[in-house]
């Protein structure tokens, strides 16, 4: 058996202790990586190197970094500024691990069997939250993270899975970075019993975060995936999807406004929610114009509970880099995820679930996520596609 690299252990670490990694403080996480990032420019022989398809991330960073230092004659929170510099570190190291995982050779099923484990853990504690709310016991708390927290969906109290991370929308997209590469390990099995309970167990935990997008992409991807899930044979499974779409035109035929008004109903379930959103995009939007739009602002400070540029992927790019790093950051993100045109069915709708849930959550928000997409997304780039299943 060929002996595996220091960095590829570390990885493989990272991946099965993530849930570990995560009650980490950020200081101590950001530590770990810097340590990480030393030991891969040591083994580069003391170089960086970036592979082409995320030098438009590695120049968010760096632009980052320009913009804030640039935007430091403001009045900013001391904590904001160290927030600031840990974000733009943060793109800068998932280039530089990117593109280790992108030249070097690691266990592809290995990541699949640690992705499983993950996504396992997150249907754990959608159980645990059912299992305890049949006994009134509405959370558990553990090193100050909440199983749940409380919500208000259509203005009635409710519980959302937290499953222990910061904020519940990280339920979603770890599940959605995760998915298709657990998927592949339940794969290898080949039984679909096994397949199919898969399927419908590890969407549990989308569904009770009550994600409202998730929800959406939860449904969709259960429907894509179900007749690979069953079908004995491609045969089976072409004639599953055509009857699939014959159901789905008389449907939409008969039913379409009412589908549209659960649609929209859905939309308006949590207009507090709506309205901070869209109060934090407006509001991070028009600073962007008015103070920096070529570089962006850099620093994200507090506009009421949360920060400017939050909630959402690409306004957040464009309020810490401008019109440029918008811009190299979709040219990056496309980059690293264009490769799952050539992959299964399972990696194509997860990256398309994924850029959806950037419209509402940071890539960027924790320092794990976007090092996660950054090993998981560079083990299927283009060098790999011969080696993946």
């Not at 002996?3 to 993530?18: A, D, M, R, T, V």
């Not at 950020?26 to 810097?34: R, T």
């Not at 804030?68 to 403001?74: A, D, E, P, V």
């Not at 590469?181 to 569904?207: C, D, G, M, T």
Request: aromatic residues 16%; hydrophobic residues 50%; charged residues 15%.
């Amino acid at each position: 058996m060929k002996k595996e690299s220091l960095i590829n252990n570390i990885i493989y670490i990272f991946l099965k202790f993530l849930y570990v990694f995560v009650f980490f403080p950020k200081y101590i996480q950001i530590l770990l990586l810097i340590l990480l990032i030393i030991i891969i420019i040591r083994e580069n022989q003391f170089k960086i190197v970036i592979s082409k398809e995320v030098i438009p991330i590695f120049l968010v960073g760096l632009l980052n970094v320009v913009s804030i230092i640039f935007n430091l004659t403001g009045e900013h929170e001391v904590n904001r500024i160290f927030a600031a510099f840990n974000t733009s570190l943060l793109w800068i190291f998932c280039a530089i691990i990117y593109s280790y995982v992108n030249t070097h050779s690691l266990d592809k099923t290995r990541i699949q069997k640690y992705s499983f484990v993950n996504i396992s853990i997150l249907v754990f504690f959608a159980l645990l939250m059912i299992v305890l709310s049949k006994f009134g016991i509405n959370d558990v708390v553990f090193l100050s993270r909440h199983l749940t927290r409380q919500d208000y969906l259509y203005g009635i109290s409710s519980r959302r899975l937290k499953a222990f991370l910061l904020y519940d929308n990280l339920v979603s997209q770890m599940f959605f970075l995760s998915f298709p590469f657990a998927y592949s390990y339940v794969e290898k099995y080949n039984n679909r019993f096994f397949q199919f309970v898969f399927l419908i167990l590890s969407f549990l935990p989308v569904i009770m975060c009550k994600s409202r997008t998730g929800l959406v992409l939860c449904i969709l991807t259960i429907g894509l995936l179900f007749p690979k899930a069953i079908a004995a044979n491609k045969k089976v499974e072409q004639m599953i999807y055509i009857f699939y779409g014959v159901i789905i035109m008389a449907f939409l035929s008969i039913y379409y406004r009412g589908l549209f008004n659960k649609i929209n109903e859905l939309f308006y379930a949590r207009q507090g929610s709506n309205n901070a959103r869209t109060n934090i995009y407006m509001k991070s939007i028009e600073k962007t114009f008015t103070t920096s739009p070529i570089i962006g602002c850099g620093i994200k400070d507090m506009i009421g509970d949360y920060p400017y540029g939050s909630h959402c992927t690409y306004i957040g790019l464009f309020y810490k880099t401008g019109i440029i790093g918008f811009f190299l950051g979709i040219k990056g993100i496309l980059n690293t995820i264009s490769p799952v045109i050539k992959l299964p069915l399972q990696y194509k709708i997860a990256a398309i679930c994924l850029l959806f849930m950037m419209l509402t959550g940071d890539l960027d928000g924790e320092n794990w996520l976007i090092i996660l997409y950054g090993i998981l997304y560079g083990s299927i780039s283009k060098n790999k596609l011969d080696n993946i299943s």
